[in-house]
């Protein structure tokens, strides 16, 4: 066959010949699938149906264009690999050397020591053979930070470091056990090492305890910076120039699975630092250490979590992290093992090498979602950040502000888990009963401990309790599934249901195609569930769910639910995509005599 030749004309516009592409014809086409759904809104209205709100209460419309994008600087990162960066936990100092050795050699750039698990006093032995010259090392000892550091300078000796950092965070201290926050020996360490190790810093910003008290972006944001102006303040009042107590200074922040918050988070992190470092005279560049959450992370089916933390690494590095911090996939369940260390920092070896991310600096900058997002986020950010200022600085508003703030967005948070608005894959969603447990040594396998100060969440451990009880009972729990009617009517609602229970632990068991209400009620009978959910179609619901929530009842089932919206006599209640599916197994394990 011969192939006409190509016009390099022909190929000038691809564009020819479809419709210009605007803002107002999308919003055409997406009133028009609106109107197929039954929506009733008005024509201007449907943009905005479309949108939803970030727990910080930005808005995040379905599309953007050239008009959305804000008039604020850009503060990036340059090009550049980030640090990568693992923390270790483990109390044995000859494992710990041991794995340290392990993630040096395999790609590791730095390390995270956490010293409220591995006694200061070990640390020769634990950094026995590091290159310190080569190897930053971070430290993060609560309590013990002065000690911590002592012994850590007393070791580098008059060796040039090339970073790292001493750890000390009083506040963040504060935030973690209650203690009111001192903040002398920050302050000397932080003179200390300006004086004598100009490339390590002495304090670090800790926010990771406000996210993982189930905090938004937005208040992470402003407390870290509320945070790092009362360092600042603390530094040059002891007479550090500005200059010096800014490059004293790194913070570390939560990155999630919500890559574009995580973009936005770090971008605006940066703009809001900057704008403190101009006000006081100094440069303004912020030192950004990104951790994967550990409120994100699940104890069930803990392999997602691999996923989760890809998806964090990229945004953080996206976002412009200097360190990078992944958390093995196990690190819920106590101290991991060697195969998810390695997971782990592969994951960060992959994306710099082969998929190249740190090869632009700020890949995110000039997207309009991107930039739009960055400057709502900051502004939030900047209210609360104001707000923290207004009532006496961070220290005082860790006694009632900050902890009040965190509970509302912890408890707006928990209503969307709870009704699967927010889903958790393998928890909430998806989950796999049959599933083998993964069990860990014990130990401090997240990157933090809880304390006395504020609390400490995951947000599948409402879900998972659930289902360590279904566990625990001698059989497991069973709820029978009455499907009326055939396979294609039955099918969709069926699997919805049994999805719901599942997430608590409980198990189901089908009657099989059928509309009979006798031969339901024998299938119910022999499956010894005390507890049964119609679920088939509206239209057979019409015709048969009365008659056969009555023949369930004389069967004894002591509840009778319904798949899908409607009343129908002797339904006690529905399961439907937005239910409280939280409330619906708490109720279901009392009906089946489960004790709470």
């Given at each position: 066959m011969t192939v006409p030749?190509?016009?390099?004309?022909?190929?000038?516009?691809?564009?020819?010949?479809?419709?210009?592409?605007?803002?107002?014809?999308?919003?055409?086409?997406?009133?028009?699938?609106?109107?197929?759904?039954?929506?009733?809104?008005?024509?201007?209205?449907?943009?905005?149906?479309?949108?939803?709100?970030?727990?910080?209460?930005?808005?995040?419309?379905?599309?953007?264009?050239a008009d959305d994008l804000p008039d604020a600087p850009r503060?990036?990162?340059?090009?550049?690999?980030?640090?990568?960066?693992?923390?270790?936990?483990?109390?044995?100092?000859?494992?710990?050397?041991?794995?340290?050795?392990?993630?040096?050699?395999?790609?590791?750039?730095?390390?995270?020591?956490?010293?409220?698990?591995?006694?200061?006093?070990?640390l020769p032995a634990v950094l026995d053979g590091v290159l310190l010259d080569l190897a930053p090392v971070v430290l993060d000892a609560g309590p013990r930070t002065a000690e911590a550091a002592e012994a850590f300078l007393r070791l580098a000796g008059g060796v040039a470091l090339p970073g790292g950092n001493l750890g000390a965070d009083p506040i963040g201290l504060a935030a973690r056990t209650g203690t009111p926050p001192v903040l002398d020996d920050a302050v000397t360490l932080a003179r200390r090492c300006a004086a004598d190790h100009p490339g390590l810093r002495a304090i670090t910003v800790d926010a990771l305890p406000y996210h993982d008290a189930g905090g938004a972006d937005a208040d992470e944001l402003g407390c870290s910076i509320a945070t790092g102006v009362a360092y600042l303040?603390?530094?040059?009042?002891?007479?550090?120039?500005?200059?010096?107590?800014?490059?004293?200074?790194?913070?570390?922040?939560?990155?999630?699975?919500?890559q574009f918050l995580t973009i936005a988070k770090l971008r605006a992190a940066r703009r809001m630092w900057a704008r403190v470092?101009?006000?006081?005279?100094?440069?303004?560049?912020?030192?950004?250490?990104?951790?994967?959450?550990?409120?994100?992370?699940?104890?069930?089916?803990?392999?997602?979590?691999?996923?989760?933390?890809t998806l964090a690494c990229f945004a953080a590095g996206t976002g412009g992290a200097d360190a990078v911090t992944v958390q093995p996939f196990d690190a819920c369940l106590g101290l991991p093992d060697a195969f998810a260390r390695?997971?782990?920092?592969?994951?960060?070896?992959?994306?710099?090498?082969?998929?190249?991310?740190?090869?632009?600096?700020?890949p995110a900058g000039g997207s309009w979602y991107v930039e739009r997002l960055t400057d709502d986020l900051a502004r939030r950010a900047w209210e609360w950040f104001q707000e923290i200022e207004r009532s006496g600085g961070m220290a005082a508003a860790l006694e009632r502000l900050v902890p009040e703030r965190l509970a509302e967005t912890r408890a707006a948070r928990a209503v969307n888990i709870a009704h699967r608005r927010d889903p958790i894959t393998g928890v909430s969603e998806f989950p796999d009963l049959g599933e083998r447990p993964v069990t860990r040594r014990p130990g401090p396998g997240l990157a933090r401990t809880p304390g006395d100060g504020l609390p400490l969440v995951r947000h599948a451990e409402e879900f998972e309790a659930l289902?360590?009880?279904?566990?625990?009972?001698?059989?497991?729990?069973?709820?029978?599934?009455?499907?009326?009617?055939?396979?294609?009517?039955?099918?969709?609602?069926?699997?919805?249901?049994?999805?719901?229970?599942?997430?608590?632990?409980?198990?189901t068991v089908s009657g099989g195609p059928g509309a009979d209400p006798a031969a339901i009620a024998a299938a119910f009978r022999e499956s010894g569930a005390p507890v049964a959910c119609l679920c088939s179609s509206d239209r057979l619901y019409g015709e048969h769910a009365a008659a056969v929530a009555a023949a369930l009842r004389e069967a004894g089932a002591r509840k009778v639910w319904l798949a899908g919206k409607g009343e129908y006599e002797g339904v006690d209640a529905n399961v439907y995509a937005g239910c409280d599916a939280l409330g619906v197994l708490r109720a279901t394990f009392d009906d089946l005599g489960v004790s709470r």
């Open positions: 030749p190509v016009e390099l004309d022909d190929l000038a516009d691809p564009t020819a010949g479809f419709p210009q592409a605007t803002r107002e014809r999308w919003r055409a086409l997406a009133l028009g699938v609106l109107r197929k759904t039954g929506w009733e809104g008005t024509d201007d209205a449907a943009e905005e149906a479309l949108s939803t709100v970030s727990y910080d209460g930005v808005r995040i419309a379905p599309l953007y264009d503060v990036v990162r340059g090009p550049g690999v980030w640090d990568v960066r693992q923390r270790h936990a483990d109390p044995d100092p000859a494992v710990t050397r041991e794995a340290i050795h392990a993630d040096l050699e395999n790609g590791v750039t730095s390390l995270w020591l956490d010293l409220t698990a591995i006694d200061p006093a070990a303040r603390a530094l040059t009042g002891a007479g550090l120039p500005v200059e010096q107590a800014l490059g004293q200074i790194e913070f570390r922040y939560a990155a999630t699975a919500d470092a101009e006000v006081a005279g100094g440069p303004g560049r912020q030192l950004q250490h990104a951790v994967t959450s550990s409120a994100m992370m699940t104890v069930r089916d803990p392999w997602v979590n691999m996923l989760r933390t390695r997971i782990a920092r592969n994951t960060q070896a992959l994306l710099v090498e082969e998929a190249g991310v740190a090869r632009v600096a700020d289902r360590d009880l279904a566990d625990a009972q001698p059989s497991r729990p069973t709820v029978f599934l009455a499907t009326i009617g055939p396979v294609a009517a039955h099918t969709a609602r069926a699997t919805f249901a049994a999805n719901l229970f599942a997430a608590g632990g409980i198990a």
